[in-house]
């Protein structure tokens, strides 16, 4: 019974297994082979082969949708199909190639063209246009190609590639450049290259170059005051400017809130006024206006009172000790009773000491021994010894008039004295110097590191003077006292320019105050 089964069976499995070796070898398996890439315009070539098949062997080359777009017989066998065609646009696609041989088909894998157009007319277009924008506002470039496909961006900054990683502040993505927060190191010339590459073949196409400004807010203005005597009479120069900001600005004068003057400077950050003064009235309060079109910001007040000097002068000395009670250094000091451009001149016995007149801290060149600083109401005496002993006095007179009238403070002596240069701090002193000589009764450590510092601020001005030099061409004026508020690095710079004139004008005492140890 079962043999019988397996008999009847026998002739389907025959048949079965004959089924499995016809459908084995009917299957053809052509290879397509061609570029994944081209250029516009090049040849292709495509081809296509089925090997161990018996010719004649029909090849279609079959396009997107099954569009058949050629066809080619191979007629001796195992020959390549070719199949050549110029790159055009409509070209892109998905291609695969059919094999036919005595009745038996077979289907390629399926391969993709692409079909490169290089890059041409390659301009770059800005957001906001034009590329004008204001410290810590958003920009953002555009490489835009009139005709380009397949296309890669590359940004050069004032004729520097950017790259992400060496410049992190530039976010790339795909044709646009992207600055977040604008600072003004990002101020300059852009251009984009846009470009393609098949194989090795790169094809460019660079744009011109634009030029992104970036503008920086105004700071606070300033404002001073200088008198010059013109006849008999006198004026003042009214100056008025800021420490940053992108010019055009414009400036005002404003008396009393009442607007006298205005000028708009194409350049610089800085205005002159004339105004008339009359000495011992009181002309009003000054201030300073700035405009730009996105602010407007006003100075301090300044009184236009124009106070002759006059009332007591007197000069007070104070002798500073080393860490070790070494007398180290005197200071004088010269005290008005009033005079809103006072001028001081120092003496001892009857020689003035040579200062120049238009700086604020000498090192006297010859005779290193005194500083003058405060705007020359100070005079440090630096290097103590009995020749420098004798009667010191201040003369003050009007910085508009140097040569008019004067007032002088009485003579002090001071007695540098063996005795004294390796005393203790000296508490009995002062019965030696009976008249105005005041002997400090504070012990101070400080003057060595006092004049170290007085030494660093003027070096440290002189840096920050070439660099504002180089900055902006107004120079004297951003050297000048400021307290920026902007710009990171522009602030430490300006506070150091700061510090420099506050140098000149507060001397050590400050410094002092700080470190003084009264004993
Ligand atoms: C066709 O494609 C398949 C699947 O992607 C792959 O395994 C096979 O190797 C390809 N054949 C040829 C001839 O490239
Ligand atoms: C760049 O842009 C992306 C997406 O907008 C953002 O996530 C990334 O923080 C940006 N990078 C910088 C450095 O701005
Ligand atoms: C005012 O002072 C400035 C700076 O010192 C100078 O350039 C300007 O000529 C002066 N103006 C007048 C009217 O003297
Ligand atoms: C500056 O002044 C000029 C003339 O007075 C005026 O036309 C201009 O609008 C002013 N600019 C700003 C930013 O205020
Ligand atoms: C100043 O005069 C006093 C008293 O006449 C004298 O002792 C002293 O040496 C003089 N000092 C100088 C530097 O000439």
């Given at each position: 019974?079962?043999?019988?089964?397996?008999?009847?069976?026998?002739?389907?499995?025959?048949?079965?297994?004959?089924?499995?070796?016809?459908?084995?070898?009917?299957?053809?398996?052509?290879?397509?082979?061609?570029?994944?890439?081209?250029?516009?315009?090049?040849?292709?070539?495509?081809?296509?082969?089925?090997?161990?098949?018996?010719?004649?062997?029909?090849?279609?080359?079959?396009?997107?949708?099954?569009?058949?777009?050629?066809?080619?017989?191979?007629?001796?066998?195992?020959?390549?199909?070719?199949?050549?065609?110029?790159?055009?646009?409509?070209?892109?696609?998905?291609?695969?190639?059919?094999?036919?041989?005595?009745?038996?088909?077979?289907?390629?894998?399926?391969?993709?063209?692409?079909?490169?157009?290089?890059?041409?007319?390659?301009?770059v277009?800005s957001?906001?246009?034009?590329p004008?924008?204001?410290?810590?506002?958003?920009i953002?470039l555009?490489c835009?190609?009139?005709?380009?496909?397949?296309?890669?961006y590359t940004w050069v900054f004032n004729r520097k590639e950017l790259t992400s990683?060496t410049t992190p502040f530039f976010n790339f993505?795909?044709?646009?450049l992207v600055i977040?927060?604008v600072t003004p190191e990002h101020a300059g010339s852009y251009y984009c290259m846009?470009?393609?590459?098949?194989?090795?073949?790169?094809?460019?196409?660079s744009s011109?170059e634009v030029q992104v400004?970036v503008?920086?807010?105004?700071?606070?203005?300033?404002?001073?005051?200088?008198?010059?005597?013109?006849?008999?009479?006198?004026?003042?120069?009214?100056?008025?400017?800021?420490?940053?900001?992108?010019?055009?600005?414009?400036?005002?004068?404003?008396?009393?809130?009442?607007?006298?003057?205005?000028?708009?400077?194409?350049?610089?950050?800085?205005?002159?006024?004339?105004?008339?003064?009359?000495?011992?009235?009181?002309?009003?309060?000054?201030?300073?206006?700035?405009?730009?079109?996105?602010?407007?910001?006003?100075?301090?007040?300044?009184?236009?009172?124009?106070?002759?000097?006059?009332?007591?002068?007197?000069?007070?000395?104070?002798?500073?000790?080393?860490?070790?009670?070494?007398?180290?250094?005197?200071?004088?000091?010269?005290?008005?009773?009033?005079?809103?451009?006072?001028?001081?001149?120092?003496?001892?016995?009857?020689?003035?000491?040579?200062?120049?007149?238009?700086?604020?801290?000498?090192?006297?060149?010859?005779?290193?021994?005194?500083?003058?600083?405060?705007?020359?109401?100070?005079?440090?005496?630096?290097?103590?010894?009995?020749?420098?002993?004798?009667?010191?006095?201040?003369?003050?007179?009007?910085?508009?008039?140097?040569?008019?009238?004067?007032?002088?403070?009485?003579?002090?002596?001071?007695?540098?004295?063996?005795?004294?240069?390796?005393?203790?701090?000296?508490?009995?002193?002062?019965?030696?110097?009976?008249?105005?000589?005041?002997?400090?009764?504070?012990?101070?450590?400080?003057?060595?590191?006092?004049?170290?510092?007085?030494?660093?601020?003027?070096?440290?001005?002189?840096?920050?003077?070439?660099?504002?030099?180089?900055?902006?061409?107004?120079?004297?004026?951003?050297?000048?006292?400021?307290?920026?508020?902007?710009?990171?690095?522009?602030?430490?710079?300006?506070?150091?320019?700061?510090?420099?004139?506050?140098?000149?004008?507060?001397?050590?005492?400050?410094?002092?105050?700080?470190?003084?140890?009264?004993?």
């Open positions: 019974m079962k043999n019988l089964q397996t008999l009847n069976l026998l002739p389907i499995l025959a048949l079965t297994s004959l089924f499995v070796k016809i459908s084995g070898t009917t299957s053809l398996h052509p290879v397509l082979t061609g570029p994944e890439m081209v250029y516009l315009g090049s040849r292709v070539a495509f081809r296509c082969i089925a090997l161990n098949s018996s010719p004649p062997v029909t090849y279609d080359l079959i396009g997107d949708g099954g569009v058949l777009i050629a066809t080619y017989t191979d007629y001796e066998g195992d020959q390549l199909a070719p199949f050549f065609m110029k790159a055009s646009a409509t070209l892109e696609g998905s291609y695969h190639c059919k094999a036919t041989a005595g009745g038996r088909t077979g289907v390629s894998n399926t391969t993709k063209l692409s079909v490169v157009i290089p890059p041409s007319i390659t301009i277009t957001e906001p246009s034009p004008v924008v204001y410290e810590g506002s958003r953002v555009s835009n190609v009139k005709k380009g496909t397949h296309l890669f990683s993505t795909g044709n646009k977040g927060k846009a470009w393609s590459m098949v194989k090795d073949i790169r094809r460019f196409s011109t400004i503008k920086v807010y105004a700071s606070k203005p300033y404002i001073s005051l200088s008198i010059f005597k013109e006849g008999a009479s006198y004026r003042g120069n009214v100056t008025c400017w800021s420490t940053r900001g992108s010019p055009p600005v414009n400036f005002s004068l404003l008396v009393d809130d009442m607007e006298v003057g205005s000028v708009t400077v194409p350049e610089s950050l800085a205005a002159w006024f004339s105004v008339s003064v009359v000495p011992e009235l009181d002309m009003g309060m000054a201030r300073c206006r700035v405009n730009t079109e996105v602010q407007e910001l006003m100075s301090e007040p300044m009184s236009l009172e124009l106070v002759p000097v006059g009332g007591d002068v007197k000069v007070e000395v104070q002798y500073l000790f080393s860490p070790y009670s070494l007398l180290a250094a005197a200071r004088l000091r010269c005290h008005i009773g009033r005079g809103t451009f006072p001028y001081v001149s120092w003496f001892l016995n009857d020689t003035v000491l040579l200062p120049e007149p238009h700086l604020d801290v000498i090192i006297h060149p010859i005779q290193p021994y005194y500083i003058l600083a405060d705007r020359r109401r100070t005079l440090i005496l630096i290097k103590l010894d009995p020749e420098v002993s004798g009667y010191y006095r201040c003369r003050v007179s009007n910085s508009y008039d140097v040569s008019g009238e004067w007032v002088e403070s009485a003579a002090v002596p001071v007695q540098i004295t063996d005795r004294i240069l390796n005393s203790m701090p000296p508490a009995t002193s002062p019965t030696e110097t009976p008249t105005s000589l005041h002997i400090s009764t504070t012990e101070v450590i400080s003057i060595a590191f006092c004049c170290f510092v007085l030494l660093m601020l003027a070096v440290g001005a002189a840096i920050v003077y070439k660099m504002f030099d180089r900055k902006q061409d107004h120079t004297n004026i951003t050297a000048a006292n400021s307290s920026s508020d902007a710009f990171p690095l522009f602030t430490s710079m300006s506070q150091l320019g700061g510090q420099q004139i506050d140098a000149s004008s507060t001397d050590c005492d400050d410094l002092n105050q700080t470190i003084e140890i009264t004993v």
